[in-house]
C-alpha cells in the first residue's frame, strides 16, 4: 500500500531545527529556477535556490534542503538539488532556505514533468500481409518509447501505391484493385512499413452463426463468421468489419459479443460489400445477494492486512504501526485478540504463514534503527505466535510486502525496487539466494507486490506494470535462486487518470498495485491518489485523500503474450488487494468498502457496467479511529466466510446470503 511508504518517507527525512521565535530571518523571498520544466525519462535537471533579502540582495550565507512533494515514484532530488527523471508523470519540489546563523526558513517551489522517451516503434495490429480486392480492415497504431511507455504522436500514413491499398480515418485500410503496395506509418522519429498484397475477392456469401441467441449482461457470445467462394469452399483468411448496435457493449475482432445493459442487440459482420446479420437477446444479470455481518473486532490503532492461518481457527491482523495481533476464531460472532507481536517498525504492512502453518514472516518500515526487513515468526502456537529471526541484511531500507511460497520468501526491497528472494527452510537462519529487477533507473523503480502461484511470480511494478517471473515453473527453466523474465504487461498509467488530475489538480500518484491469478486470468488493481487531496472529496487514507483505481482482467493463457480483456472501476472507490475464490472476487475498495464480484465464464468488457457485482458491505463504524469512514484494505474468503480488514475500524466478518461454500 502505498500510503505506508508516504508516510514513513516523510517521517524518515530530517525535521529542521527549532528556531526561536526572536530569531528574525533575513531572508525575504526564495527563488527556484526552474520553476516549470520538462525532462524525458532517465535524464535530469539540476533546480537551485536563491535567497534574496528585502532590498532584493542575494545572499549567500544560507543552508538549503530540498524536499519531494509529489510524485514519489515518478523520479527523485538529491541533496544538490539534482533530479532524475524516472517514469512519466508531475514532480513537485520544495525547497527550505535558511540563513546559516539561524533564523526562520523561507519555501519555494518547483514543478518538474517527465515526458517519454522520442518514440522508437509503432505497433500495428494486426500486422496484415494480404487483403482481398474491396475488404477494409480497421488496424490500431500506437507509438511507444524504447521503454515501451506509451507515446502519444500524430501517426501519419502514406501509401506507394494509393489504388492498391489506401488508408481512412480509423486507421481503416481500404484495399482496391490487387497488386502490392507499402504502407508507411511515422510518428515523431518512428518508422513502421507494410507491405500488403491485394489479391482477387473470391467471395460469394458469408453467414454468421448463431443466427440468434440469448444471454444475460457479462455473458460472452462466440460469433462464428464463415466466407465461402462460388463452389462453396471456406476462405478461411476472410477478416470481416464487425458491428454491434445499440452500442452498450462490444465485439471484438474475433467475434465474442458481450452487453452491458439488456436489451436486443444486431450484430453484423461485413467483408468485401457482403454482409450477415444475428441477433442477441440479453437479459439482467440478477447477481445481487445480501449481505450478513457475522462479527467484529475493533481495534485502536490503524489496521492494515489480515492473514488467516491454514487452520482457519485463528487470524492475524497488522498494523500502520509497531505490532501485529493474534485473534482467536472460533466464534466468528465474537473475535477475541488472544496476545500481540510488537518490532520496532512505524508500520508493519504484511504478514504470511507458510503452507503449513508452523512458521511466517511480517514486513517492517520505519524502524528507529533503520533496520527494517523481514521478522520471522513463528506460529507453532497458533495463538501466540513468537519471533525466532529476523532478515535485514540486504533490505534494511524496508519491506512493504512478501510472499511465503515452498520454502521461499519473495519480498518487495523499498530502496532498491528490487525483488528479494530468501531461503526460509531453515526458519532460524534465513538467507538471500536471489535478486531481480526491472532495467529502469532506481529512481522510478519501485515494486510494491508479489504473488506466486505454480511457480511464477508475478510482480506488480508499479511504473512497470505486470511482470511475470519463471521462479519453478519450468516454462523458462526458472528457479528460486534464478528468477527468469517470461513476460511484461505494460500499460498507459497516466493517460487512464487524467480525470485524476481534473478531481485534485496537476499531478497524481499511481501504479500497478497488485495481482492475482486465477485460472486463465491475472486481475491486476492499480493504486491511484491525487497528488492534491481536497478536503472535499471526503474518506480515503489520511494525508493522501480518496483513492482511485482499475481493476485490469490480464488474459494470461499465453504466457508469451498477456493481453487486457476486460476491467473493473469502482466509482466510490479505487481497487486495493483482492482474493479470488472459485468465480468469486473479493475486494477492498478503501472508502468504497468490500465489494463482491461475480467473474465466473469468459471475461470481456467493462464488470461493472454489466452488472456483475454481487454484494457490497460499507465497513465504516461509529467506533473506528476515524468513525464512519470506510477504508477496506482488502479480503480474504474460507469456507463461506469473508474477512475484510478496515484500516480505520478493525476486522469485519461478513457472509453472502444464499451463496454456496467455495474452498480455494
Not at 535567497?51 to 538529491?78: C, H, M, N, P
Amino acid at each position: 500500500m502505498l500510503v505506508l511508504l508516504s508516510l514513513v518517507a516523510l517521517a524518515q527525512q530530517p525535521a529542521a531545527p527549532p528556531v526561536p521565535m526572536s530569531v528574525q530571518s533575513p531572508i525575504a523571498r526564495v527563488a527556484v529556477e526552474p520553476v516549470e520544466a520538462a525532462v524525458q525519462v532517465g535524464d535530469t535537471v539540476r533546480l537551485r535556490a536563491v535567497a534574496y533579502d528585502s532590498a532584493g540582495k542575494k545572499l549567500d550565507a544560507v543552508r538549503v534542503r530540498w524536499f519531494q512533494t509529489g510524485g514519489r515514484f515518478e523520479g527523485s532530488i538529491d541533496t544538490t538539488g539534482l533530479v532524475t527523471g524516472g517514469s512519466t508523470g508531475t514532480l513537485t519540489f520544495s525547497v527550505a532556505v535558511s540563513p546559516a546563523a539561524g533564523g526562520r526558513a523561507r519555501a519555494a517551489f518547483s514543478r518538474i514533468t517527465v515526458v517519454p522517451q522520442p518514440a522508437a516503434r509503432i505497433a500495428i495490429e494486426p500486422a496484415v500481409s494480404r487483403l482481398y480486392a474491396g475488404q477494409s480492415l480497421s488496424v490500431s497504431a500506437i507509438p511507444y518509447a524504447a521503454n515501451a511507455d506509451r507515446r502519444y504522436d500524430d501517426v501519419a500514413w502514406t501509401s506507394d501505391q494509393p489504388a492498391v491499398v489506401s488508408v481512412a480515418a480509423g486507421p481503416r485500410l481500404v484495399a482496391g484493385r490487387p497488386g502490392r503496395a507499402t504502407l508507411t506509418a511515422r510518428a515523431g522519429r518512428a518508422t513502421e512499413r507494410l507491405t500488403i498484397t491485394v489479391v482477387p475477392n473470391p467471395v460469394t456469401r458469408v453467414s454468421l452463426e448463431p443466427a440468434t441467441a440469448s444471454a444475460r449482461t457479462g455473458d460472452v457470445v462466440s460469433f462464428r463468421f464463415t466466407a465461402r467462394d462460388a463452389s462453396g469452399r471456406a476462405v478461411a483468411d476472410a477478416t470481416p468489419d464487425w458491428l454491434m448496435s445499440p452500442g452498450h457493449g462490444e465485439i471484438g475482432p474475433d467475434g465474442a459479443f458481450v452487453a452491458a445493459v439488456p436489451g436486443t442487440y444486431r450484430v453484423a459482420a461485413s467483408f468485401g460489400g457482403r454482409t450477415a446479420e444475428a441477433s442477441v437477446e440479453v437479459k439482467p444479470r440478477d447477481a445481487r445477494r445480501p449481505l450478513t455481518l457475522v462479527g467484529r473486532l475493533p481495534i485502536r490503532l490503524e489496521a492494515a492486512e489480515f492473514w488467516l492461518h491454514p487452520d482457519g481457527r485463528h487470524g492475524y491482523l497488522t498494523t500502520i504501526g509497531d505490532r501485529i495481533y493474534a485473534i482467536d476464531l472460533s466464534n466468528r460472532g465474537a473475535p477475541v485478540i488472544t496476545d500481540s507481536v510488537v518490532v520496532d517498525a512505524r508500520a508493519v504492512n504484511d504478514l504470511m504463514t507458510t503452507e503449513d502453518g508452523k512458521f511466517g514472516v511480517l514486513t517492517r518500515e520505519g524502524a528507529s534503527t533503520r533496520k527494517n526487513g523481514i521478522v520471522v515468526l513463528s506460529f507453532e502456537d497458533p495463538a501466540h505466535p513468537k519471533p525466532i529471526a529476523e532478515f535485514t541484511e540486504t533490505v534494511t531500507g524496508g519491506v512493504h510486502s512478501t510472499y511465503v511460497y515452498r520454502g521461499y520468501v519473495y519480498l518487495t526491497d523499498d530502496a532498491t525496487g528490487s525483488m528479494r528472494v530468501i531461503d526460509l527452510r531453515d526458519p532460524y537462519h534465513p538467507s538471500q539466494v536471489a535478486r531481480w529487477e526491472t532495467p529502469r533507473s532506481e529512481a522510478g523503480r519501485m515494486l510494491h507486490d508479489i504473488a506466486v502461484t505454480d511457480g511464477l511470480a508475478y510482480l506488480s511494478y508499479w511504473n512497470d506494470g505486470l511482470v511475470i517471473l519463471d521462479v519453478g515453473n519450468g516454462v523458462k527453466g526458472g528457479s528460486p535462486e534464478k528468477p527468469v523474465l517470461v513476460s511484461q504487461y505494460k500499460y498507459d498509467l497516466n493517460g487512464l487518470y487524467r480525470d485524476v488530475e481534473a478531481v485534485g489538480g496537476p499531478g497524481f500518484i499511481r501504479g500497478t498495485h497488485t495481482a492475482w491469478r486465477a485460472g486463465r486470468y491475472v486481475f491486476v488493481g492499480d493504486e491511484v491518489f491525487s497528488a492534491r487531496p481536497r478536503p472535499t472529496d471526503g474518506g480515503g487514507v489520511v494525508g493522501l485523500g480518496r483513492a482511485f483505481g482499475r481493476l485490469h482482467v490480464i488474459d494470461v493463457s499465453n504466457l508469451a503474450a498477456p493481453r487486457e480483456v476486460a476491467w473493473y472501476e469502482p466509482k466510490d472507490g479505487g481497487s486495493h488487494n483482492v482474493w479470488v475464490a472459485g468465480d468469486t472476487l473479493y475486494m477492498g475498495d478503501y472508502q468504497g468498502g468490500l465489494r463482491v464480484l461475480d467473474i465466473s465464464g469468459e471475461l470481456r468488457g467493462d464488470l461493472l457496467a454489466q452488472g456483475r457485482e454481487i454484494a457490497h458491505a460499507v465497513t465504516g463504524d461509529t467506533k473506528g479511529s476515524v468513525p464512519n469512514s470506510p477504508n477496506a484494505w482488502g479480503a480474504i474468503y474460507r469456507d463461506g466466510y469473508i474477512y475484510v480488514p478496515d484500516m480505520n475500524s478493525g476486522l469485519w466478518i461478513v457472509k453472502v446470503d444464499g451463496a454456496p461454500a467455495v474452498t480455494p
